[in-house]
């Protein structure tokens, strides 16, 4: 078996969640490298969609942002924002939608706003952006969280999970079946009991210990009697997610170390050639 790193095993994992034919929204990180896994791999009539509008992309790099022109390479067609939440998100269309997590309670709220006091955080996130609509709205929503954390009351409520559990959700008006579907972090894959909506431990990754997952969450954790080892990323899967995104699979500190180290390499062959010459 291959090295692979936690995001490359967070990454591979989020693809096997993808279905063959699907309408997926996805953006830029883990999230697209999943996609782009999935269409490459066993899902080859994926749908990726964009917030921006962007449908039936075949992205050849991660973007910077939901509207990067990258996007436009093999599009099938594109609209605006306004035609995404209300025609395509609203009426049932997105089968699968992608959030990050900085933090999450129970039941599969979630925070993705700031860390601390409203009038006095500690650190500002991404927002809410179009989070609350997708986790809304999607008939399924497949949650990463590679640095964030539980909590037993979020900081701040940015996007609906199951709210106070049980059908709590579906009470307040969101369509029936919606919600949460797995949430992959940097130690595991929880995901959520059929009637009470509460968060639970599937899949543990391999090299963590039960108790340093346990104590991560502050609340008496329930776990799956089959709790399994989540499966390891294929050489065929690495290989394509490093070829697409190396920034995902080295960490964007790592690979600008690399990169500045290749160049100091490189200018002392030089400079060393440059010294030879007669």
């Not at 990180?29 to 964009?50: D, E, Q, S, Y």
């Not at 991660?62 to 939440?85: E, L, Q």
């Not at 346990?214 to 329930?222: C, E």
């Not at 390891?232 to 690495?238: A, R, S």
């Amino acid at each position: 078996m291959a090295d692979y790193t936690i995001s490359e095993l967070i990454l591979s994992r989020a693809a096997k969640e993808i279905k063959d034919g699907e309408m997926v929204v996805i953006g830029q990180g883990i999230a697209m490298g999943a996609g782009v896994l999935a269409k490459r791999t066993h899902a080859p009539n994926l749908v990726i969609l964009t917030e921006a509008g962007l449908l039936g992309i075949e992205p050849f790099k991660v973007p910077i942002h939901i509207a990067d022109p990258s996007c436009t390479r093999g599009f099938t067609y594109s609209c605006d924002m306004t035609d995404i939440f209300t025609t395509v998100l609203n009426r049932g269309y997105v089968d699968v939608s992608f959030l990050g997590v900085g933090q999450i309670d129970k039941f599969g709220n979630m925070n993705s706003s700031y860390i601390g006091d409203s009038d006095n955080y500690e650190f500002r996130m991404t927002g809410a952006g179009g989070a609350p609509e997708f986790v809304g709205y999607s008939s399924r929503t497949i949650l990463t969280m590679l640095g964030g954390e539980f909590v037993e009351k979020l900081d701040y409520f940015t996007s609906p999970g199951y709210l106070y559990g049980g059908n709590s959700r579906y009470e307040e008006g969101m369509p029936e079946d919606s919600g949460p579907h797995v949430l992959i972090s940097n130690k595991g894959v929880f995901k959520f009991e059929k009637e009470s909506k509460e968060i639970y431990l599937a899949e543990i990754h391999p090299g963590v210990e039960l108790d340093d997952i346990k104590a991560s969450v502050p609340w008496d954790l329930k776990i799956t009697e089959n709790l399994t080892q989540t499966p390891l990323p294929t050489k065929e899967e690495i290989d394509i997610v490093r070829n697409f995104a190396p920034e995902i699979s080295m960490g964007r500190a790592l690979q600008m170390e690399t990169l500045i180290n290749r160049v100091f390499q490189l200018l002392e062959k030089a400079q060393a050639g440059s010294v030879q010459k007669p």
